[in-house]
């Protein structure tokens, strides 16, 4: 399968996941698929199926992980900028899941959660750090996850 497939089908793919965790945070369905392991791992072993193929084809010269020029190099490759759009597919899923797993948990009402969500969707970091200081703000726990 070509890498503008595989692209295709993980970005559109993902967004069901995402409509259930905001739109549909206390559906059995939703904690079945959107809090499952199975999307994140389906996309880890696209993931490694793809870095696999990039690293085992004619590798370009100067491509690799150790400088900004070397990922430049390895990023514009269309395999490895599929598995780069993938690694963020998979991480920013998994925490927007633990997000809204984690507010229900601590009691956050959800429409404060959705718009986190909708920022983790389109930036993880970003959408993390609002969560945190949301949860801070309200009383709901400190800034640092491990805090009960």
Request: glycine share 12%; aromatic share 12%.
């Amino acid at each position: 399968m070509d890498p503008a497939t595989v692209f295709l089908i993980a970005n559109n793919g993902i967004l069901i996941f995402w409509l259930l965790l905001i739109a549909a945070p206390n559906w059995r369905g939703t904690r079945i698929a959107a809090h499952s392991i199975a999307v994140p791992a389906i996309l880890g072993l696209t993931y490694l199926w793809l870095i696999l193929s990039f690293w085992s084809g004619p590798v370009p010269q100067g491509a690799g992980y150790g400088s900004l020029t070397g990922v430049m190099t390895f990023l514009a490759s269309p395999v490895a900028a599929t598995a780069g759009w993938i690694h963020y597919l998979c991480f920013d899923l998994f925490v927007g899941a633990w997000l809204a797993r984690d507010a229900r948990r601590r009691g956050v009402p959800h429409w404060l959660v959705v718009p986190c969500l909708l920022v983790t969707l389109l930036a993880g970091p970003v959408g993390l750090i609002g969560y945190l200081g949301l949860r801070l703000s309200l009383g709901k726990g400190g800034f640092f996850l491990a805090e009960a």
